[in-house]
């Protein structure tokens, strides 16, 4: 049983996990979300993010223990998100973790946010389920959110190979910029997301002409990412269409055209991955892989064009920041850890710091696996 915290933006996050055949069982998980508060400065501010995580923290855990009805005995390890992320909201959780880890005297072990995001394939299912989420190698992940775009080649456990990346905006920071830029609420991606299905769903006939837009870097032959230039496109085509941004209908086209150069950059990008590593299991992770189309169109690429692949995406509520997600990763390190790097990981209480630009696999030395 392993309790984990993630405060690396703004949600307060914290879970009971532990192993079960076949994957990871969440005992509980507990999330307190920031949107709303952050909305009327059109971004996430990371000093109120810091103080809300300062102010929700305990509750939050606490929650979280109440829930899954356990006592501190039964808790093996702490786990926290140690970056990347906003620094002053790293800190917060880390705090909390250096803590627990000290009173508790149990080992503390610091897991990268995008790899909570990776092993979040392996929770289990809420329904029952013969289902496994067991990891298939080698795994190619496409990880798409607010502050990453890149594919991932994983060899076996922890073994990550960063083969392409975006070159400015991810993807999720392009779709909250037009959301913007198109007067939807704060942080709304997923509103792009809902306008977009609303233009898709309509007869052909009753669609205005969506305007097209450029699909950057998507005959590069290589698997760097770029989306400034998609987002400036947009900017210039409302420029050129400013009394057109209160009809509902205009927002929907231009919600649709955008997504759709979005979606087929990311698909040509996993294509070619899919090409040329031909891994055994393709995932889809992050913030955007909420994104029902997204989902749609990677499962249909990989059934239909790849069928010897296996397609692994978490349950949406993991795919969203969340501690489940970061205790699912500990718990395979812990359990592949050597009793001399337990030992070890009981001492970090005093050194572990936020990194708010760690890159994957930092945390190889210090949580090294036998």
């Not at 532990?18 to 952050?38: D, P």
């Not at 990776?118 to 013969?130: C, E, F, G, K, M």
């Not at 649709?256 to 990008?269: D, G, H, P, R, Y």
């Not at 970061?326 to 070890?344: C, N, P, Q, V, Y």
Request: glycine content about 6%.
């Amino acid at each position: 049983m392993i309790l984990s915290i993630e405060t690396s933006c703004d949600e307060t996050a914290a879970a009971l996990v532990e192993r079960e055949e076949g994957g990871v069982r969440v005992v509980s998980s507990v999330v307190s979300s920031q949107i709303a508060l952050h909305a009327p400065f059109g971004g996430v501010v990371p000093a109120l993010a810091a103080r809300e995580h300062a102010k929700n923290i305990v509750p939050v855990i606490e929650t979280a223990l109440r829930e899954a009805n356990i006592s501190a005995n039964h808790i093996e390890a702490i786990a926290v998100t140690g970056g990347p992320g906003l620094s002053p909201a790293l800190r917060i959780g880390i705090m909390a973790g250096k803590t627990l880890s000290y009173l508790m005297e149990k080992p503390l072990l610091p897991i990268h946010h995008i790899e909570g995001h990776i092993y979040a394939n392996t929770i289990l299912p809420s329904q029952a389920s013969p289902h496994s989420s067991e990891f298939h190698f080698p795994l190619l992940a496409l990880v798409v959110s607010g502050g990453h775009t890149e594919l991932v080649l994983v060899r076996t456990h922890f073994a990550y190979e960063i083969r392409g990346a975006t070159e400015d905006d991810a993807a999720g920071e392009a779709f909250d910029k037009v959301a913007k830029m198109l007067g939807l609420p704060t942080q709304a991606g997923p509103e792009i997301a809902r306008r977009a299905e609303i233009f898709r769903a309509l007869p052909e006939k009753e669609r205005s002409p969506a305007p097209e837009f450029p699909r950057p870097m998507i005959d590069s032959g290589d698997f760097r990412f770029s989306f400034s230039g998609l987002k400036t496109a947009v900017l210039y085509f409302l420029k050129k269409n400013v009394a057109n941004k209160e009809s509902d209908h205009f927002i929907e086209a231009v919600s649709f055209a955008f997504e759709e150069a979005v979606l087929e950059t990311l698909l040509a990008k996993t294509r070619l991955a899919l090409e040329t590593f031909q891994p055994a299991t393709l995932t889809v992770v992050g913030g955007v892989s909420a994104n029902t189309e997204l989902r749609r169109r990677m499962r249909a690429l990989t059934q239909t064009q790849f069928p010897g692949t296996h397609f692994m995406i978490p349950e949406l509520r993991y795919s969203l920041d969340n501690a489940a997600m970061i205790g699912a990763a500990a718990l395979f390190r812990f359990e592949r850890m050597s009793d001399t790097h337990k030992d070890r990981a009981r001492a970090l209480w005093k050194t572990l710091g936020a990194d708010p630009n760690l890159p994957l696999g930092a945390y190889e030395e210090c949580l090294a696996t036998s």
